[in-house]
């Protein structure tokens, strides 16, 4: 990890980054020198894995279990990155939850289950953050996205409307908080190659899914993290309120 890499002396807390796309993020922030707080909601051993990973290749990082759906954990765990680091200048929302329910069978409390990781989850972190990147005289603050409330997708609506509303959270942040020097934007991956649990859904198997993407293959986690970087980097400062697309050309905007 290069200290002196165009994230030295920055602190960066990235939720869910045990695995996947969060772990990728984890170790492309901490590769450019940022200090990088590993995120979980339950698994120990794979936070404190990922932080070790980072430790030796000559990074800063600090495991720490904290419920994003919960203010008081999620406090503490940003008390905890203050007293360990100094600040925190980048907040990745990466924590998400997926189900696979059709909507006639979903009930009431998985909905609710859905929107306050996703949703209710992102504000408790900003909540959080954000006094702390002023403090610091600026920051930025990324939402993981998806594509399904796009591209449309069945047996996802609380997914797709935790994502949609995610993203005009974003919006909203973006405007209030520019006066403060801090950026907002989402990031919305595709179809990438990643290890989900069998709630997860979606369709099996890696050749039928390419089929349906022009590039003709899925995204690898390391594609969203390079995204992730540029945008809470220097390069990515004139950048916000904005979804950025990377999914192959599932989608294009329409």
Known sequence: MA??????GKVAIITGSGKNIGKAIALALARDGAAVVVNGRGDRAIIEETAQEIRAAGGRAMPYLADISKPDSVAAMVDATVREFGGVDIAVGNAGLRRQTPFLQMNFEEW??????ALDGAFIFAKATVPEMIKRGGGTFIGLSGISHHAGSVGRIHVNASKAGLEGMVRGLATELAPHNITANTVAPGSIDTVRGPS???????????????LGRQGHPEEIAAMVRFLVGPEGRYITGQT???????????
């Open 244 to 254: 950025i697309h990377v999914n192959g050309g599932m989608f294009f905007g329409k």
């Open 200 to 214: 997860a859904g979606g369709p099996q198997g890696r050749g039928s899914i390419s089929r349906g993407i022009p």
């Open 112 to 117: 609710r289950e859905i929107l306050s990781v």
């Open 3 to 8: 200290e002196a890499g165009a994230l030295a």
